[in-house]
């Protein structure tokens, strides 16, 4: 067998739909406090403390609203996190003490110092998040990058709309970041033979696939990076790793243990544990450590299977959305911390993309169509129920493209337009949609997208239009309109 024990990738995906300024409670912009103050701010803490050797992808759209916290929008964050939130965890911790609901209300009080200190590192910041990540970054972690707004590239109708979005998208990053190292996540892994061609011509040098139905769970190809013709090298996502977290009935956070995401007081403060009985921290602190453990020991024994089969090191990728580990999973980001610790006791190598890629030899194979969807399919973003979306988007996507080819350089109301069509290209709102998330919320944002897009273009082909001001305030900052001329 290889001394070489190979490499687990973790890959932590970060996105959110373009919100600032577009409604507050229960859709908008609260998504984007809650995933900073729960998610973001704690992950960047166990990053610095561990020294992680995680990818971590920031979406354009993303940063694009975290940049924006230096500003008024800065403010409306503290606001919520260190006021609004505060303020109705005391409510609550009152109502279930009048109820005689003693270790309710103290837990109630406890998770309330959450959102004092997120508040606290916001204002320590200066509101610059991406500085902190950027900090990150010089460290142990890799970034990656996306499309600039997360569309689903095979549902793109033109190569003029896919380098629309990925060269906007990298753009934005480089700016950001002061480099990039070719990493770049391909939304909802959505992938179709052909895609790496876009990847390949927009600096792309890897990127994460879902081959589950083509390979089977379980199989050792999927520790095989996958070098395509084009150039950029694919890394299949191992399902049966990613199910170790990621399974709702089976995963470590169903674990009665944890606390119950789903069972709310009045202002949705969750002081309940799943099995039931009031959330206690401790046990949680215990559950996590065990599930840490365990983690690292199946991707030791799965990575030393496939040494001991192949007679060379795996490359072993598990991807999660960041919003997971904090959001849906409170103690998600401390068990990241505890894997890492687990890892290096244990001696199982954690590595960033590219120090694994360098690692390992990629095989040459036809890469199958899939996505990490439901069903692995694009069915999420291109069924009966989505389809006026995924058919507006598309002829929004045609009619940029011929507007695009007579319209003079610079033309403000073409890159309006450009950025609607940006917008109404997420992936989110079809997703939103057929899952039944958000109520009219992604009906109505991509409606309202559409007529902005519709007015863009009319005042494209009449010089003398006024263009409304834009309310996607900072989206795409670094829009690249030159690649709509692309053949």
Same mark, same amino acid.
């Given at each position: 067998?290889?001394?070489?024990?190979?490499?687990?990738?973790?890959?932590?995906?970060?996105?959110?739909? +373009?919100?600032?300024?577009?409604?507050?409670?229960?859709?908008?912009?609260?998504?984007?406090?809650?995933?900073?103050?729960?998610?973001?701010?704690?992950?960047?803490?166990?990053?610095?403390? $561990?020294?992680?050797?995680?990818?971590?992808?920031? $979406?354009?759209? /993303?940063?694009?609203?975290?940049?924006?916290?230096?500003? @008024?929008?800065?403010? *409306?964050?503290?606001?919520?996190?260190?006021?609004?939130?505060?303020?109705?965890?005391?409510?609550?911790?009152? &109502?279930?003490? &009048?109820?005689?609901?003693?270790?309710?209300?103290?837990?109630?009080?406890?998770? *309330?110092?959450?959102?004092?200190?997120?508040?606290?590192?916001?204002?320590?910041?200066?509101?610059?998040?991406?500085?902190?990540?950027?900090?990150?970054?010089?460290? %142990?972690?890799?970034?990656?990058?996306?499309?600039?707004?997360? @569309?689903?590239?095979?549902?793109?109708?033109?190569?003029? &709309?896919?380098?629309?979005?990925?060269?906007?998208?990298?753009?934005?990053?480089?700016?950001?970041?002061?480099?990039?190292?070719?990493? /770049?996540?391909?939304?909802?892994?959505?992938?179709?033979?052909?895609?790496?061609?876009?990847?390949?011509?927009?600096?792309?040098?890897?990127?994460?696939?879902?081959? $589950?139905?083509?390979?089977?769970?379980?199989?050792?190809?999927?520790?095989?990076?996958?070098?395509?013709?084009?150039?950029?090298?694919?890394?299949?996502?191992?399902?049966?790793?990613?199910?170790?977290?990621?399974?709702?009935?089976?995963?470590?956070?169903?674990?009665?243990? +944890?606390?119950? +995401?789903?069972?709310?007081?009045?202002?949705?403060?969750? @002081?309940?544990?799943?099995?039931?009985?009031?959330?206690?921290?401790?046990?949680?602190?215990?559950?996590?450590?065990?599930?840490?453990?365990?983690?690292?020991?199946?991707?030791?024994?799965?990575?030393?299977? +496939?040494?001991?089969?192949?007679?060379?090191?795996?490359?072993?990728?598990?991807?999660?959305?960041?919003?997971?580990?904090?959001?849906?999973?409170?103690?998600?980001?401390?068990?990241?911390?505890?894997?890492?610790?687990?890892?290096?006791?244990?001696?199982?190598?954690?590595?960033?993309?590219?120090?694994?890629?360098? *690692?390992?030899?990629?095989?040459?194979?036809?890469?199958?169509?899939?996505?990490?969807?439901?069903?692995?399919?694009?069915?999420?973003?291109?069924?009966?129920?989505?389809?006026?979306?995924?058919?507006?988007?598309? %002829?929004?996507?045609? *009619?940029?493209?011929?507007?695009?080819?007579?319209?003079?350089?610079?033309?403000?109301?073409?890159?309006?337009?450009?950025?609607?069509?940006?917008?109404?290209?997420?992936?989110?709102?079809?997703?939103?949609? $057929?899952?039944?998330?958000?109520?009219?919320?992604?009906?109505?944002?991509?409606?309202?997208?559409?007529?902005?897009?519709?007015?863009?273009?009319?005042?494209?082909?009449?010089?003398?239009?006024?263009?409304?001001?834009?309310?996607?305030?900072?989206?795409?900052?670094?829009?690249?309109?030159?690649?709509?001329?692309?053949?």
């Amino acid at each position: 067998m290889s001394r070489d024990r190979g490499s687990l990738c973790l890959v932590l995906h970060s996105h959110m739909p +373009y919100v600032e300024g577009f409604g507050t409670w229960p859709f908008g912009e609260e998504w984007l406090w809650e995933a900073v103050g729960c998610v973001y701010l704690p992950l960047l803490d166990v990053l610095e403390r $561990t020294g992680a050797a995680v990818t971590l992808g920031l $979406t354009p759209v /993303l940063c694009d609203q975290l940049e924006t916290l230096t500003g @008024p929008a800065g403010k *409306r964050l503290t606001g919520y996190l260190g006021e609004t939130r505060p303020r109705f965890h005391d409510e609550d911790a009152d &109502g279930l003490d &009048g109820g005689g609901e003693r270790e309710l209300a103290a837990e109630v009080r406890r998770a *309330r110092d959450d959102y004092v200190r997120a508040a606290d590192a916001v204002d320590a910041a200066g509101g610059d998040l991406l500085g902190r990540f950027a900090a990150a970054a010089r460290g %142990s972690i890799e970034l990656w990058t996306s499309a600039a707004t997360h @569309p689903v590239l095979p549902l793109l109708a033109t190569d003029a &709309g896919a380098d629309l979005q990925l060269a906007t998208g990298v753009a934005g990053h480089r700016r950001r970041f002061g480099g990039w190292d070719g990493g /770049l996540w391909l939304p909802e892994c959505a992938y179709v033979p052909g895609v790496e061609r876009a990847l390949a011509r927009n600096g792309a040098a890897a990127f994460c696939v879902d081959q $589950t139905d083509a390979l089977g769970r379980g199989a050792p190809e999927q520790l095989e990076p996958v070098a395509t013709g084009a150039g950029p090298v694919a890394l299949p996502i191992d399902w049966q790793t990613v199910e170790l977290v990621w399974n709702e009935r089976s995963g470590y956070p169903a674990d009665p243990r +944890y606390r119950d +995401y789903h069972r709310g007081t009045v202002h949705h403060m969750r @002081p309940w544990a799943n099995g039931g009985g009031p959330y206690r921290p401790k046990d949680a602190q215990v559950a996590l450590r065990e599930h840490a453990r365990d983690f690292v020991g199946r991707a030791l024994a799965r990575l030393d299977g +496939y040494a001991a089969e192949r007679g060379r090191p795996g490359l072993l990728c598990c991807a999660f959305d960041t919003e997971l580990l904090g959001h849906w999973w409170y103690e998600g980001a401390a068990w990241l911390g505890a894997v890492v610790e687990e890892a290096a006791a244990a001696g199982l190598p954690l590595r960033t993309a590219s120090d694994a890629l360098a *690692r390992t030899e990629p095989v040459m194979r036809e890469l199958a169509p899939g996505s990490w969807g439901a069903g692995k399919s694009l069915a999420t973003w291109d069924s009966p129920k989505v389809a006026d979306l995924a058919f507006a988007a598309r %002829s929004a996507e045609l *009619r940029l493209v011929a507007a695009a080819a007579a319209a003079a350089p610079g033309s403000p109301a073409l890159a309006r337009a450009a950025r609607e069509l940006l917008a109404l290209q997420s992936s989110d709102w079809a997703f939103q949609e $057929t899952r039944d998330l958000a109520s009219e919320y992604p009906r109505e944002r991509f409606a309202g997208h559409v007529a902005e897009f519709d007015a863009a273009l009319g005042a494209l082909a009449h010089s003398e239009a006024v263009l409304r001001e834009p309310a996607l305030r900072n989206m795409a900052p670094d829009l690249v309109p030159s690649a709509l001329a692309a053949p």
